[in-house]
């Protein structure tokens, strides 16, 4: 029988809480990384359980999320000669098995949609955990239509999600925005009958939508600079406009606008944080390259 108090026996559960303390404090020592002791302490966990917690929803070891860090990974990958389209094809999109995002499938509103910011639609809508933190997510019966980190209070993360949709029915159903999560930031995934691609339904201009679905273009583990984005969608003076549809992306995360950076490979503005965006991309960045290997 286990009689170490600070091991859960139920093993498999998420630790979405720790797993989010341990991952902030590598990113804030990212050049100076804290041994396996001291992360394991910060998420409340053994050290032996807090190994397998983390391995479990995040998909690589602690050790190895410290090393995609410390690396100039993001600039590394935005210096390489290939195109946004280019890299799309080079991942296989018709391939057996992809990461999760890339199986998203985009529903855009009519023009009348949009302009009756939500009447008619029933939003079920949750607080839950990450890897990454506290979120707040909306979805209807024709895909996910909010994600967002919180980022300080709760109460305000529910009003500005709330302020978008004035004319929807909102309900709170954790369990529903719970599955939603966890497919999420599930460590992979594999096209399969029982795993169909997750719906999100976009609410934006035409500039928006085709802004947000070329975002999707970008790779898991690689970036894309905002005159990157601007050339694939076919207005390549439109950096500066890119920008604000990037940032105005109410679907963060399904929609990858973390992927996108300044042509000098500088993480900077993240509506959460750079340190959010660097976790993000080193969590990609370990996953590819666990399974290209």
């Known amino acids: 029988m286990n009689t170490d108090p600070a091991i859960d026996p ?8 720790a797993v989010a303390r341990a991952i902030a ?16 302490a910060e998420a409340g966990l053994h050290p032996h359980h807090f190994q397998r917690v983390f391995s479990r929803w995040v998909g690589i070891s602690p050790k190895r999320f410290a090393q995609y860090l410390r690396l100039d990974h993001a600039r590394r990958l935005l210096s390489a000669p290939t195109s946004l389209l280019d890299a ?35 939003i079920r809508w949750g607080l839950q955990s990450s890897p990454f933190g506290r979120c707040i997510v909306g979805t209807t019966d024709r895909g996910v239509c909010w994600f967002s980190f919180v980022k300080g209070d709760e109460a305000a993360a529910v009003t500005e999600f709330a302020g978008e ?11 529903a925005t719970a599955a939603v999560v966890a497919r999420m930031f599930a460590p992979l995934a594999a096209a399969t009958a029982d795993n169909p691609p997750l719906p999100v339904l976009l609410r934006g ?15 898991p583990g690689r ?3 905002y005159g990157d984005v601007a050339a694939a969608i076919g207005r390549p003076t439109a950096s500066r406009a890119v920008g604000g549809a990037v940032g105005s992306n109410p679907v963060s995360v399904l ?15 993240y ?15 370990g996953l590819t390259d666990a399974a290209a290997a």
Do not use: Y
């Not at 080079?90 to 023009?111: I, K, N, Q, W, Y």
């Not at 679905?213 to 970008?218: G, K, M, Y």
């Not at 509506?271 to 965006?277: A, D, L, N, T």
């Open 205 to 219: 201009t035409n500039f928006q939508v085709k802004v947000w679905e070329a975002l999707l273009s970008i790779p």
């Open 25 to 40: 404090l590598l990113v804030e020592r990212r050049d100076d990384p804290p041994d396996l002791a001291t992360l394991a």
């Open 255 to 269: 929609i990858p606008c973390h992927r996108v950076i300044r042509a000098s490979g500088i993480l900077h503005t």
């Open 223 to 225: 970036v894309a600079s």
């Open 88 to 122: 799309a094809l080079d991942t296989g999109l018709s391939g057996p098995s992809r990461l999760h995002d890339l199986f998203v499938t985009c529903e855009a509103m009519t023009p009348g949609d949009w302009k009756a910011r939500g009447v008619g639609l029933v």
């Open 271 to 285: 509506r959460w944080g750079s340190s959010k965006k660097q976790a993000l991309l080193a969590w990609e960045a």
């Open 165 to 175: 949709w004035p004319g929807a029915e909102l309900l709170r159903d954790q369990a």
């Open 10 to 17: 139920a093993g498999d559960e998420p630790r979405h809480d």
